[in-house]
């Protein structure tokens, strides 16, 4: 989740601390989160997270 958070705010050239991520379960849907970012929200579902790969040794 930080990862995640770290990544979008790099996108919207935020601070991380700004961004807030939620992890949801969905039966039909699997795995998305929510990642909200200075007021601003996005919705991705599993099939999109797993096509972006995150660099986490930065």
């Known amino acids: 989740m930080n990862a995640l ?4 705010a790099e996108l919207k050239q935020a601070q991380p ?3 807030k991520c939620s992890l949801l379960w969905d039966e039909q849907l ?3 989160t ?3 970012v200075e007021g601003r929200a996005r919705m991705d579902i ?6 972006r790969p995150i660099d986490v040794q930065r």
């Open 34 to 36: 929510e990642v909200t």
């Open 46 to 51: 599993q099939g999109q997270l797993n096509e």
């Open 5 to 8: 958070c770290l990544h979008i």
């Open 17 to 19: 601390t700004r961004c």
């Open 30 to 32: 699997g795995f998305s």
